[in-house]
């Protein structure tokens, strides 16, 4: 897949592997575009680096900040307990440098490594060919200091506070703030794209986010009162009123979408209704590039309500819907469902075909008029998604190559 056929977000965390130079941002600040970003800010008495990138990017990222170095390694602050965060610490460390992290970070890493084998797979058929690397263990790193409440350090003369932002990424989350430089580094809390709908419950497996939490996460960066937010991807944004007018609109646009969906709920409207339903105002518009509006509303949904949505009895027993799937076949016929599934497919219903094909294909999974008909749903998906986002475009990507490969495509 060339690059101009990725998602935007899929070609941003491809980025660092083509990175020659580190990038200064302020005369003490400078940014390697590693999977995740790392940066390096210079002091008095050494160095800190604020997150370290990928496992086994960590000399690379180090030798492209070497020419901006000051001195040892002081600290190095994470953000949060993910991979692309923290992976490279081993490299990136000096004797004697101080790890910093939210209290979590230690839990928050060790739910990742008791579920590895479930997240790792189900990972695997969404990204497969985007992030290299991933078969990799991440390193395992004990933190010098577990900040539970906003803490202040001074490295070489310079102020960082770490405010823990607990559930805005991870359990662990925190933001770095440099009061001297009005400078605050927020890791991935907004998303690996700023202005864009928070993923609140990622379709890898995580911990469900809060979105009451997101919002109160987002009023303590916003009080702050930054010139500069840098973010755990992409580039930086400059300008205290810049920064103000991107946090209230994004505060409003979730604000938005959790209102909307607690009404909806005291209405009597199902999940799915809500999901379909609920947009943003043009004014408060965001980008999908890693969460989705309809996403959003459907985990807020669950986090009130639970799983059990009371639309049938058998959700509360062990037995699926798709236990019947044989009976379906038996009695209408796998070519009958086939021919219905490219109907609706004709009729511009792409997720109503792909309900007929999944019947028909858990019977017969070689059925190549249900394949064909799968096959043509999932482009039209892929096609009214604008291949914005980057989970749902992998995955629609994914099913549409499995079964080329099944029809000898």
Known sequence: MSNQDKPMLANMVAAGGEQTAATTLTPSIHMVTDISNAYLVNTDDGDVFINTGFMGRGAQTRALFEPHRSGPVRAIILTQAHPDHYGGVPEMRDEGSEIITGAAFEDTCAYFSMLDTFIRARSGRIWKGTVKGRDQIPPTVIPDTRVATPTRFTFGGKTFEVIPTPGGESPC?????????????????????????????????????????????????????????????????????????????????????????????????????????????????????????????????????????????????????????????????????????????????????????????????????????????????????????????????????????????
């Open 173 to 409: 989350a925190t933001v770095v703030w440099l009061p001297e430089e009005r400078t605050v580094f927020t890791g991935n809390l907004f998303g690996p794209v700023f202005l864009s709908v928070p993923n609140l419950c990622t379709i890898r497996g995580d911990k469900p986010r809060s979105a009451k939490r997101w919002l109160a996460n987002l009023d303590t960066v916003r009080a702050l009162g930054a010139e500069l937010l840098i973010t755990g991807h992409g580039d930086p944004i400059r300008g205290a009123d810049q920064i103000r007018t991107a946090l209230d609109r994004m505060h409003a646009a979730v604000s938005w979408i959790h209102d909307q969906t607690v009404a909806g709920m005291n209405a009597g409207k199902d999940v799915h209704t809500l999901m379909r339903e609920i947009t943003l105002p043009a004014e408060l518009s965001l980008g999908e590039y890693h969460g989705k509006v309809a996403w959003a509303v459907r985990t807020i949904w669950e986090e009130y309500s639970g799983w059990f949505h009371m639309d049938s009895t058998t959700s509360l027993y062990g037995v699926p819907r798709t236990a019947i799937n044989e009976d379906l076949v038996a009695l209408a016929g796998a070519d009958a469902l086939a021919a219905r599934a490219a109907a609706k497919c004709e009729q511009n219903q792409p997720l109503q075909a792909l309900h007929l094909t999944d019947i028909v294909l858990a019977v017969e999974p070689d059925h190549s008029a249900a394949l064909e008909a799968a096959r043509s749903a999932l482009n039209m998906l892929l096609a009214q998604s604008g291949a914005q986002n980057m989970s749902e475009t992998m995955w629609l990507r994914g099913q549409i190559g499995s079964i080329d490969a099944r029809l000898g495509c």
